[in-house]
Every structure is written in structure tokens, then in C-alpha cells.
């Protein structure tokens, strides 16, 4: 009328090894949420600075700069790091931006009026810091992105 102590010490046990299982896996998941956000992040961005652009707002282009941990939508063609009007974007902590392979080298994107057509085509790669999943981040002449 009672549970033995090798009863317990089992029962402890299994739940020790599902916890343990369960843990590995959800860590696993944020790990690759985190990336995939910060994917997401950069197409967000890109897709601000080209309707900005294909709106003409204050008569100017738009364009994105990519740095290791953000990405930041600058005006003109091209990019003054420290300017009050850009809008910089921080990736999400835990991920960076690993490889920027864009068409003629640089770090900036910028669209054209009228077409929105992207003066760069490439592509991105953001990955989890401590070596995880990576996403790529295709950029076309376009100037769409996926």
C-alpha cells in the first residue's frame, strides 16, 4: 500500500529524461525563430525603402545598408553612417548577418524611382551567433526579396 523507493527513483528518472528531451528540443526551436525573425526583419526593410522610393517621398531614393547586427534604410543614394534620418533596424539578439554577396561588393542597396528596381542583386545570409541554422535572404535586380 505505498510506492517502493526503485519505484520513485524510476519515476523520477523518466520525467528527468523527458524534461531533458522537451529542453533540447525547444531551445532548438528559438534557435531557428530567432534567425527566420531576423530574415524577416530584412525583407521588412527592404520592402520599406523600395515603397518609399516607388512613392517618391521628399523627392529622394532609399536604400538599405547591412551591418553584422542591423540593418539600417537610409535616404539618397548612399549611406552616412550617424545621419539623423536613418532608420536602423537591430536584428535580433542571437542572430547576425554572417555574408553579404551583393553585385559589385558594398554593404548598400538603393531602389530607383519609378521602377523600384534595385541597384544591387545578391544576397544575404543571417545566422545564429553561437553556430546554429542560417537564412538566406535572395535580393533581386527587381528589386524584390525572399
Do not use: W
Request: charge should be positive; avoid cysteine; glycine fraction near 12%.
Amino acid at each position: 500500500k505505498g510506492f517502493t523507493l526503485i519505484e520513485i527513483l524510476i519515476s523520477i528518472a523518466v520525467v528527468g529524461i523527458i524534461a531533458a528531451v522537451t529542453i533540447s528540443a525547444s531551445r532548438s526551436f528559438l534557435k531557428n525563430k530567432t534567425v527566420e525573425s531576423a530574415a524577416y526583419e530584412i525583407l521588412s526593410a527592404l520592402s520599406k525603402a523600395r515603397s518609399l522610393t516607388l512613392a517618391s517621398k521628399n523627392a529622394s531614393k532609399y536604400g538599405v545598408h547591412f551591418d553584422s547586427g542591423s540593418v539600417t534604410i537610409f535616404k539618397g543614394t548612399s549611406f552616412t553612417a550617424g545621419n539623423p534620418e536613418n532608420d536602423v533596424i537591430a536584428l535580433y539578439r542571437g542572430a547576425r548577418i554572417t555574408n553579404i554577396s551583393l553585385s559589385g561588393g558594398g554593404q548598400d542597396i538603393v531602389f530607383e524611382r519609378l521602377s523600384g528596381k534595385s541597384t544591387r542583386s545578391g544576397a544575404v545570409t543571417v545566422s545564429e551567433t553561437g553556430g546554429g541554422g542560417s537564412r538566406l535572404v535572395n535580393i533581386y535586380k527587381t528589386g524584390l526579396a525572399e
